[in-house]
Structures are given as C-alpha cells and as structure tokens.
C-alpha cells in the first residue's frame, strides 16, 4: 500500500522554513508595484488560486483518506454566491467570504449522507454533486435575465473598481493562507488524527479518535478554503455560467497537481501546481488535445510514479542528506 | 381515471427504459462485484460503443444491431488492454490510484470522442428506431422494447455464463476470494482482466441501444455513469438480478420525474435519487 510507505518517510519539522516562504510571499506581492509584466501576474495568480484548491485536496485525499470528486462543486457554489451577491448590492469582498460560507454550508449538509459512506462509495456521491449543481442552476434562475451561456449565466456586478491587481494580491493572500493552514493542520491534534483514520479507521475510532467529526471537519475546511479560491477565480474571470463553474476540468486540474507534485505530500501541491500552469500555457494552443494529454500524464505519473515528484524525491538520498544540511543547526 | 390513463405511458416507458438501465449497468456491477473496482471510465466506454455503431451505420452503412458482431470483440480487446496494463497495475498500488487511473482514461476518452466526432450530438438513426407502438391509451417508441428485450437476453446470457463455464466460476471464485482462488490456481490478474473484457463487451451493447434510444455527445458518458453508479448501489453489487430491479427504479424515475416536473428536470429526479439511495441503503436492496 502506498499509503504504508508514505509512513515510513521522516518528517522533519522545516522550523527554518517559515521566514523565507514569508520573504517570498512579501516579495511576490511587490511584483505589480515594481511592474512586473502583466502576463506573469496572470500566471502567478492562476497558480495561487490552483495551488490553494490542490492544497485542500490534498487535504482531502492524502491526509484524510477521501478521494473527494467535488471540488467543482464549491468553487461552482461559490462563484454563484459571488456573482449573486453582488447584483443584490452585496460588497464583493463579503461576496467571497459568502462564497466560502455557502460552500463550506453545502459541505456540512451533504456531509450526512456521504460519510455514511467509506471508501468508494464516498467518491460516488461527491461525483454526482457538481452533476446535480449543474443542472440546478441552468433551471434555476434566481435573478432576472441570464447573461451568458443560455442557462443561468451571470456577469458578477460592479466589480469596475477592482483591478487586476487586487485580485492578484487576494489570489497570493489565499495561496499563501492554504499554505501555512496545511502546516498548522498537519502539526496539530486533527493532523494526527485524520492521519490515523486514513491508515485504519477502525483503529483509529477505537483508540478514542471521533471519525466522523475530525472528517466533517477536514471536509468543511477545505470547502470553505476552496471555495474562496473560487469565488476569488469568478471576481477575476467577471462572469460565470454553469457549465465551466461545475465542470470536471477542476477536478483534472487540481487532481493533476496534487498528483504530479505528489498526494499526501506537503510540498507535493506547490510543485505540481507550478507544473500544471506551465502546462496550461504550454498546451493554450492546442486547446482540442490539451486535456486528452493531461489525462495522459496523470494516468502515467499514477502508475510510474504514484508518490509524485516530492514523494520520489524524499525517497532518494541526496534529497535526505540536503534535508539533513538543511534542517542542522 | 384520464390521470391513470396519462401515467401509463410513462410507467410502461420507465420499465422498458430501466432495461436500458440495467444493460449500461452491468458491465460496471460486474467490474464492482468482481475486481472491487470502480470504473468511473464505464460511462465512456460505453459511449464508445454508441460511436462505433454510428461510424458502422454512416461510414460502412451497417445496420447498429448488426455491427456489435465487431463491435463487441472490439472493445472486448480495449477491455481486456485496459484492465491487463493499466487497472491491474494501478490496483497493485492502492483502491484510490484504480480511481484516479480510471478518472484519466475517462478524460482521455471524452476528449478523443471531441476531437474525431465534434461536441455536437449524434443518435442512431435507423428505420426502426423511428416506429412506435400504440396499445390502448399507451405509445411507446419500438427501440424502448427492443432495449428491455435485449435486457433479458442479455442477463439471462450472463448467468448461464457465470454458473456454467470455466471462466464463469473462475470469475465467481476470484469475487468471492481473490487469495484462495489464486491459492487454488486461479491467474486472478488474468480473470480480472478478462471480467474487465466481458464489462466492456457488453458497454458495446449498452452503447447501441443507448445510441438507438437517445443522442449523445461526447461527454454523455458522465450521466450514464452516474445513473449506473445509483443502479449498482441500488440493486447491490454483484447482483445481477439486483442491477435489473435498479435499472427499473431509474428508469421509473427519470420517466415520472419527466412527467411530472418537465423533461429538463427528469435528470436531476435521477441525479438526487442516486444520492438519496447513496445516503438511506447504500448496501442496495439485494447487497449482502
């Protein structure tokens, strides 16, 4: 089991880590004040708002040990509660944090009948749910004339006065945020706990771990983080409709970095994120073949190299020693 | 009395459509029971079977029905390929890699589908598929009978397969243990991978009648899988008879939700009976 093997892997604690990701982190915000080109600040803010939803699949699929088919379905949520919200006059940075209300709300109630259900089946009902969205909002309209995409399309309203830059710096706020909650998850009580119940559940329920509770709450969070990242997409893109909101090109997208990078993995997302833009670049003038090559790469990378780049890498030697250089003081 | 007489069609067509069903069904119940694996790609194999028979009927002007005689030791092969190079070994690495292996052969697939036949929605048109029969106050299309006859057969075949060949009771074996029956001889990679072959001889069918009975574009695949996902549960994996009754339950639903709430809502009557299965009886009615 891959999962047997991930646990085998020290993990030390990167104290060190911490001031230079918050360098970074100053630095990258600086980039449109020192006039950064425009082209990178878009790629730069796809990557922190991909990498904040792999981030939280990861979550999901590495640490807690359900493979969760639905991110679709909060980002679709939230950019809908956005671009609602804002033609009832609602601000559109209350507009994001309703959105990650709405999805993390939507996370609790569904909650109940999918964790009845372990495994295999848990990724059956989270792969209806984007489905079941879908067509819920193409007949639903709640607001007045749709705009776009013959069903309920909306354009998100009064966004005029936010630039291309804020949404930037919202997108590194986010990407940053999911990168330092991973961090104190995975060291706190929960990490512990959601790692136990990934190795063995029943294990893990009778050594006093509440199942049901520590899932819920991995569950909602990541909803709720995800859908952010989301609703912060839907302010940059100033449009949405139903059927690019809950499409399964999420899911590939944020699948593939977490794969690529390496699932269960903390750096694992950051590097396959990075990857995967470089990807979606590559491959923009290809578009008619560019997700059949993606599907390529994931089916290759799961079967030759399951534990991803950062998975593959801990594995070998040099990589330990530079960890040990690294972590000495 | 006139209510009776309007909810008789769609009843009479909900039970012969939830044959249809259970044909698209099968394939990924007998993957479910056998190998424990879920195929999330069953839904565009089984598409790919409705494409082969429209490039048999526009292309080489054969009829649907008849093409299946290439059609099905077609995608026997790609079946038999898929599970012996690819699921086998994802299965060997974890439950959640066979996911997400399937998940990328479903992308790939879907995409192929767009790229050779355009995202515009293609059916099966032949003479027959057009004739409808009329009893009393009930109409209902040929094809729908067709589908729930073809059910019939089909599972009746499958039965008789599994109790009485080899291969059958090496299949059953494997089900029910996979490390005894490897124990006792049985090349269990091997069965699996021939299990996987049989699931996708019969998507190629499932795929002709679905083609015979609705359009579908290329990414149709997604709502199928999902309706047989909730006739799987439903009924119980590994059930054939189970997979029958559940097929009947969504076929019933989609037709009724159709009449009663209006044919942009009959999907959506389906979509959230898989979930309300999922949550109240996910061991299914004849699970064990």
Redesign the interface.
Known sequence: MVVRRKMKVTMPRLRGVLTPLIAVAVVLALFPIIGVPRIWLLYLFLFFTYLTMANMWNLLAGYSGLISLCPAAFIGLAGYTLAIGTWFDLPWYLGIIAGGIVAAAFAALISFPVFRLKGIYFAIGTLVLPEVLRFVFTIWAPIGEPVYGGGAGYTVKGIAEVSGVQTYWLALAIGVASIFLMRYILRSKLGSGLAAIRDNDSTAASCGVNVFNLKLFSFVIAAFITGIAGAIFYLYQGYIEPVSAFSVRWLVIIMLATVIGGEGTEEGPVVGTIIVVFLYFLLARYAEISLIIQGVILVGIMLLAPQGIMGSLRRTRIYRSLLQLATRR | MTVLADLATPVVMGILLGGLYAVIALGLSLVFGVVKE?N?AHGDLVILGSYFGYVALTVLGIDPILSLLIGMPLLFGIGFAIQKY?LN??FK?????T???A??????L???Y??IWTPYARGLTTPYSVESLSAGPIHIPLVYLLDFLVAIVVMVFLHEFLKRTYLGRAIRAAAQDRKTAHLMGINTDRVYAFTFAIAMALAAIAGVFLGLTFSFTPVSG??F??IA?GVV?LGGMGSIVGTFVGGVAFGLAQTLGGYFFGV??Q??VA??M???V??LI?RGIFGR
């Open positions: 879920i999330i690819l070994r994802a690495i974890s439950m959640d890699a996911l997400i292996v998940f990328g052969i479903s992308i790939i879907q995409n192929t767009q790229l997604m709502s899988l999902i996902l549960v942009a809502a999907m959506l979509y959230i898989v979930l309300v999922l949550a996910p």
